[in-house]
Protein backbone atom coordinates (compact mmCIF):
# COMPACT_ATOMS: atom_id res chain seq x y z
CA UNK A 1 0.00 0.00 0.00
CA UNK A 2 0.79 3.41 -0.40
CA UNK A 3 0.09 6.58 1.09
CA UNK A 4 0.34 9.90 0.51
CA UNK A 5 0.18 12.73 2.76
CA UNK A 6 -0.38 16.44 2.27
CA UNK A 7 0.31 19.63 4.00
CA UNK A 8 0.31 23.25 3.96
CA UNK A 9 -3.17 24.41 2.87
CA UNK A 10 -4.79 27.36 4.52
CA UNK A 11 -6.17 30.95 4.10
CA UNK A 12 -4.64 33.48 2.04
CA UNK A 13 -5.68 37.17 0.62
CA UNK A 14 -5.56 37.71 -2.88
CA UNK A 15 -2.07 38.27 -4.26
CA UNK A 16 -0.48 36.00 -1.22
CA UNK A 17 1.40 32.77 -1.30
CA UNK A 18 1.02 29.51 -0.28
CA UNK A 19 3.25 26.39 -0.12
CA UNK A 20 1.64 22.70 -0.78
CA UNK A 21 3.97 19.66 0.37
CA UNK A 22 3.13 16.23 0.01
CA UNK A 23 5.22 12.62 0.63
CA UNK A 24 4.66 9.48 -0.66
CA UNK A 25 5.46 6.18 1.69
CA UNK A 26 4.70 3.03 1.49
CA UNK A 27 5.97 -0.18 -0.81
CA UNK A 28 7.27 2.03 -3.52
CA UNK A 29 9.06 0.50 -6.08
CA UNK A 30 9.20 3.93 -7.87
CA UNK A 31 6.73 6.98 -8.82
CA UNK A 32 6.03 7.66 -12.33
CA UNK A 33 4.28 11.63 -12.46
CA UNK A 34 3.50 13.38 -9.51
CA UNK A 35 1.13 16.43 -9.12
CA UNK A 36 -1.29 18.14 -7.92
CA UNK A 37 -4.86 18.68 -8.45
CA UNK A 38 -7.86 20.53 -7.75
CA UNK A 39 -11.34 20.72 -7.24
CA UNK A 40 -13.93 23.87 -6.39
CA UNK A 41 -17.39 22.95 -4.87
CA UNK A 42 -19.81 21.76 -7.99
CA UNK A 43 -17.03 21.39 -10.19
CA UNK A 44 -14.90 18.59 -11.41
CA UNK A 45 -11.34 17.96 -10.32
CA UNK A 46 -8.73 19.69 -13.19
CA UNK A 47 -5.44 19.28 -12.96
CA UNK A 48 -3.24 22.23 -11.80
CA UNK A 49 0.32 21.12 -12.05
CA UNK A 50 2.30 17.83 -13.32
CA UNK A 51 6.04 16.71 -12.80
CA UNK A 52 7.64 13.33 -14.59
CA UNK A 53 10.37 11.77 -12.70
CA UNK A 54 12.69 13.80 -15.00
CA UNK A 55 11.38 16.62 -14.58
CA UNK A 56 9.33 17.60 -17.01
CA UNK A 57 6.56 19.78 -15.82
CA UNK A 58 3.17 20.79 -17.29
CA UNK A 59 1.09 23.49 -15.63
CA UNK A 60 -3.10 24.60 -16.00
CA UNK A 61 -3.22 27.80 -18.72
CA UNK A 62 -4.48 29.53 -15.76
CA UNK A 63 -2.25 28.66 -13.21
CA UNK A 64 0.90 28.84 -15.56
CA UNK A 65 3.44 31.82 -14.50
CA UNK A 66 2.11 31.77 -11.01
CA UNK A 67 2.59 28.19 -9.46
CA UNK A 68 5.82 26.29 -9.72
CA UNK A 69 5.83 22.61 -9.12
CA UNK A 70 9.14 20.64 -7.36
CA UNK A 71 10.08 17.25 -6.45
CA UNK A 72 13.04 15.34 -4.56
CA UNK A 73 12.82 11.75 -6.36
CA UNK A 74 15.01 10.91 -3.43
CA UNK A 75 12.63 11.90 -0.34
CA UNK A 76 9.57 11.04 -2.93
CA UNK A 77 7.85 14.08 -2.37
CA UNK A 78 6.46 16.69 -4.29
CA UNK A 79 5.76 20.73 -3.57
CA UNK A 80 3.59 23.35 -5.01
CA UNK A 81 4.72 26.62 -4.44
CA UNK A 82 1.73 29.05 -5.28
CA UNK A 83 1.91 32.48 -6.32
CA UNK A 84 -0.30 35.70 -6.86
CA UNK A 85 -3.05 33.70 -5.58
CA UNK A 86 -6.57 34.86 -6.94
CA UNK A 87 -9.91 34.16 -5.18
CA UNK A 88 -10.67 31.60 -8.26
CA UNK A 89 -7.80 29.41 -6.98
CA UNK A 90 -9.66 28.50 -3.99
CA UNK A 91 -10.41 24.93 -4.13
CA UNK A 92 -9.46 21.72 -2.20
CA UNK A 93 -5.72 20.85 -3.58
CA UNK A 94 -4.95 16.69 -3.62
CA UNK A 95 -2.01 15.18 -4.29
CA UNK A 96 -1.22 12.28 -7.32
CA UNK A 97 1.20 9.93 -7.44
CA UNK A 98 1.61 6.96 -10.63
CA UNK A 99 3.38 4.33 -8.46
CA UNK A 100 4.90 0.95 -9.28
CA UNK A 101 4.61 -0.78 -6.07
CA UNK A 102 7.35 -3.12 -4.80
CA UNK A 103 7.75 -6.45 -6.48
CA UNK A 104 5.22 -5.78 -9.53
CA UNK A 105 5.21 -4.48 -12.97
CA UNK A 106 2.01 -2.66 -12.58
CA UNK A 107 1.42 1.07 -11.85
CA UNK A 108 -1.64 2.33 -9.78
CA UNK A 109 -3.00 6.24 -9.15
CA UNK A 110 -2.90 7.28 -5.75
CA UNK A 111 -3.92 10.29 -4.49
CA UNK A 112 -3.92 12.23 -1.00
CA UNK A 113 -6.84 13.61 1.42
CA UNK A 114 -6.95 16.84 0.11
CA UNK A 115 -5.76 19.78 1.58
CA UNK A 116 -8.15 22.93 1.49
CA UNK A 117 -6.52 26.70 0.08
CA UNK A 118 -8.82 29.34 0.40
CA UNK A 119 -7.89 32.96 -1.45
CA UNK A 120 -9.98 35.60 -0.28
CA UNK A 121 -10.58 38.95 -1.96
Known amino acids: QVHLVESGGGLVHAGGSLRLSCAASGSIGSIDAMGWYRQSPGKQRELAAT???????NYADSVEGRFTISRDNARNTVALQMNSLLPGDTAVYYC???????????????WGQGTQVTVSS
Open 51 to 57: ITSGGST
Open 96 to 110: HARVRTVGTMWRSDY
